[in-house]
Nanobody, 129 residues
Framework: QVQLVESGGGLVQAGGSLRLSCAAS????????MGWFRQAPGQEREFVAH????????YYADSVKGRFTISRDNAKNTVYLQMNRLKPEDTAVYYC??????????????????????WGQGTQVTVSS
């Protein structure tokens, strides 16, 4: 079982930055691939970023590539999402998630919403224009 708690959301002007954190409990965090997703009102939850268990592999949605960076600190059981040059269309509830698989993943497995077994409660990010 993995429990996830996100923090760091808030209101920011377009062009600004935020760093989201996700604190995980459970002994398996250091071997678990992790991801960030987001959901805007009236829209489906969408993939944002993924990081492998050791941080050696990352994937990003095209809409955030070059602006967002995912990282993790296994000693602190925490995964981060650094968000720079934020846009109004980045406004959403951001969720941290733990993958159901271990080891190497395909791109589809890394990006699939249904591939993640545990989810946090979400943190709101609002970007004003």
């Amino acid at each position: 079982q993995v429990q996830l708690v996100e923090s760091g959301g808030g209101l920011v002007q377009a062009g600004g930055s935020l760093r989201l954190s996700c604190a995980a409990s459970g002994r398996t965090f250091s071997s678990t691939p992790m991801g960030w997703f987001r959901q805007a009102p009236g829209q489906e939850r969408e993939f944002v970023a993924h990081i492998s268990w050791n941080g050696g592999s990352t994937y990003y949605a095209d809409s955030v590539k070059g602006r967002f960076t995912i990282s993790r600190d296994n000693a602190k059981n925490t995964v981060y999402l650094q968000m720079n040059r934020l846009k109004p269309e980045d406004t959403a509830v951001y969720y941290c998630a733990a993958h159901r698989r271990r080891g190497l993943l395909t791109t589809a497995q890394a990006m699939g919403v249904r591939e993640y077994a545990y989810w946090g409660q979400g943190t709101q990010v609002t970007v004003s224009s």
